[in-house]
């Protein structure tokens, strides 16, 4: 695949940032890295004028986005009525604290990608994208894990969504206060988000001797 044969998505009228426009990033390489870290995005659609914002999982493979679900379910359904569709991953890496309460912030990057799906029809690419997805969830589970079904494969909807209108936000760095505040008696900086993740706990079911895989 083709991955960077441009070094950026070009703006468009869509994706061009407006507000804090030096915040706006489109370089393949940012935006890639900010998709590969998050985990959940959430997908806005429109159906007979109702907005719809649907959190969901997803994995970046190449220049596509993937999502899977219920083919029932209402986000699943975005592909096959050939709607328009906008999926968006927030990343929060700090409470900014500023003196003033005017200028608290956080600091995030986010990206916001515009398109149209393809829904995923072929059992070997249903069973890569679902690998990736597992995979990208907790790092090497797919391998240890029992191996999904035709049938499941069958009963499982996977969209993907191509990198063409992209765009991403980026906050970094101390609160931006009014000069005379910071002779202000009030702290202020930053806060750091830190996710991690607790110690496996076991289910009441998992076999005698079994202890925690290593993935993850
Ligand atoms: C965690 C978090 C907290 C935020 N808090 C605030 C807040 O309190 N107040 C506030 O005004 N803004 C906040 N923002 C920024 C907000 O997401 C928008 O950027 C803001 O509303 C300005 O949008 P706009 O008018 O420039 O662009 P819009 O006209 O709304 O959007 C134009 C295009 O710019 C791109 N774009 C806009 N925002 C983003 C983004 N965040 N990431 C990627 N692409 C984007 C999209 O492609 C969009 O279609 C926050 C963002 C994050 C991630």
């Known amino acids: 695949m083709m991955e960077n044969s441009t070094p950026s998505y070009p703006p468009t009228d869509r994706t061009q940032v407006r507000r804090r426009a030096m915040r706006g990033v489109y370089d393949k390489a940012q935006v890639h890295a900010i998709l590969d870290e998050g985990f959940l995005c959430h997908i806005g659609f429109v159906i007979d004028g109702q907005p719809y914002v649907i959190p969901t999982a997803y994995a970046r493979s190449g220049e596509e986005v993937y999502i899977h679900g219920a083919p029932a379910s209402r986000v699943m359904g975005v592909a096959h009525r050939e709607l328009d569709m906008c999926l968006t991953v927030t990343l929060m890496d700090a409470l900014v604290v500023a003196r003033s309460a005017f200028h608290t912030s956080i600091n995030y990057r986010s990206v916001v990608v515009l398109g149209r799906a393809r829904q995923l029809t072929d059992l070997e690419e249903k069973r890569k994208a679902l690998r990736l997805f597992t995979n990208h969830l907790i790092p090497g589970r797919w391998e240890e894990a ?50 991690t993740f607790g110690k496996p706990v076991p289910d009441e079911r998992v076999l005698a001797g079994l202890t925690a895989p290593n993935s993850r």
């Not at 079904?149 to 991403?168: M, N, W, Y």
């Not at 970094?172 to 008696?185: F, Q, R």
């Open 146 to 195: 029992k191996q999904p079904t035709d049938q499941e494969l069958k009963a499982t909807g996977v969209l993907a969504l191509p990198l063409d209108e992209v765009s991403a936000k980026v906050r970094t760095g101390p609160p931006i206060d009014d000069e005379e505040d910071y002779a202000l008696p009030i702290w202020g900086g930053v806060v750091p988000v830190i996710q």
